[in-house]
């Protein structure tokens, strides 16, 4: 029986398989687990066009098995989509450093949805994909706070903590925290 391949290239050997380069094939399925778990790499954008990563069987060096991407270049004919297999299931750092043309940088599955940074829009995202769709799991980080779950918001300064009434956190107009009640 052949040897079987994870969604993103680990080598997966059958019982009495391979016999003698064991050791090699190990050593290699490590170097691509280090570089799943915390690799860094560019990627070029392409252009007005479609841009597909793929894993590599057996190698490293696949931008989709690597934890944090920079994607580069300058979009200067149209839109660039960048896509990942439907049945992946992975996640990553994405800096999108194009350069702030008046195109968009969409990360997506071949036939999902995705997400884009609009045009002239830099940065970084937290993305993953649950094998249909890559979605930004930072999307609502740092959202304001909205009342319920024991948060009651008065105005735009005060906030207080019902969970606890003895305990009053207060903005200032200077953003410091003063909590008063002790």
């Known amino acids: 029986m052949a040897s079987n391949y994870t969604n ?4 997966l050997m059958t019982t009495g ?3 003698g380069t064991w050791g ?3 050593n290699t399925n490590w170097n691509i687990i280090e570089q799943i778990s915390g690799g860094y790499t560019t990627q070029a954008l392409t252009d007005g066009g479609t841009l597909t990563l793929a894993k590599n069987d057996g190698t490293i060096g696949a931008t989709l098995a690597t934890r944090i991407i920079k994607l580069t270049g300058t979009l200067s004919v149209g839109n660039s ?3 990942v297999p439907d049945s992946i299931e992975n996640w990553w ?3 999108n450093a194009e350069g702030g043309s008046t195109y968009t940088v969409t990360f997506k599955t071949v036939s999902g949805t995705g997400v884009e940074w609009a045009a002239g829009v830099t940065g970084t995202k937290l993305l993953y994909t649950d094998g249909t769709n890559v979605i930004d799991a930072g999307a609502g980080f740092g959202n304001t706070i909205a009342a319920g779950n024991g948060v009651a918001v008065a105005g735009t300064t005060t906030v207080t903590v ?3 009434p003895v305990m ?3 903005i200032s107009s200077t953003g410091k925290v003063l909590v008063m009640g002790f």
């Open 17 to 19: 398989e391979k016999a």
């Open 8 to 11: 993103l290239g680990v080598q």
């Open 24 to 26: 090699t094939l190990t």
């Open 81 to 83: 989509i960048i896509t």
């Open 93 to 95: 750092i994405v800096n």
């Open 168 to 170: 009053t956190p207060y």
């Open 162 to 164: 019902s969970a606890n």
